[in-house]
């Protein structure tokens, strides 16, 4: 399936007083990767927004390996794990600049209309750019 990744360094603000990365901005760190997932496909979670389409994420599970530390480079592995429906599957995996696994991850977002507040199936465009 489509995978990107994504890389960016750890900022002092996002470590504890050890220099660790708090756990909370994992979270942060796995959507970084999907919002660069989907503008690879030439999309970008505004563009979805104007165009009546939000994406809330209803399930996040992180398994935690290794800590990451300030100022490492990480660098994040995005995976669609199937073609979407109403929802759309990530799995995630993130290394420090030495190639070591920190973390792996699985992220469920649902496709929502911002108009009705239901839930509706994975747009036609993005749906033509995964089968090309």
């Not at 220099?19 to 990767?33: C, D, P, R, S, W």
């Not at 599970?61 to 994040?76: E, F, G, M, Q, R």
């Amino acid at each position: 399936m489509k995978k990107t990744l994504t890389k960016f360094r750890v900022r002092y603000g996002e470590t504890d007083q050890m220099g660790i990365v708090y756990y909370g901005n994992y979270a942060q760190y796995l959507e970084q990767g999907r919002t660069e997932w989907l503008r690879e496909l030439g999309f970008s979670y505004r563009w979805m927004e104007e165009n009546n389409v939000q994406l809330p994420v209803i399930n996040l599970n992180i398994d935690y390996k290794s800590p990451a530390h300030y100022d490492d480079l990480l660098t994040v592995v995005t995976t669609l794990v199937k073609i979407p429906t109403v929802r759309i599957e990530f799995y995630y995996e993130i290394y420090n600049q030495n190639d070591k696994l920190l973390i792996t991850a699985n992220t469920t977002l649902v496709f929502v209309n911002s108009t009705t507040k239901k839930l509706m199936k994975a747009p036609s465009y993005l749906l033509e750019k995964l089968t090309e």
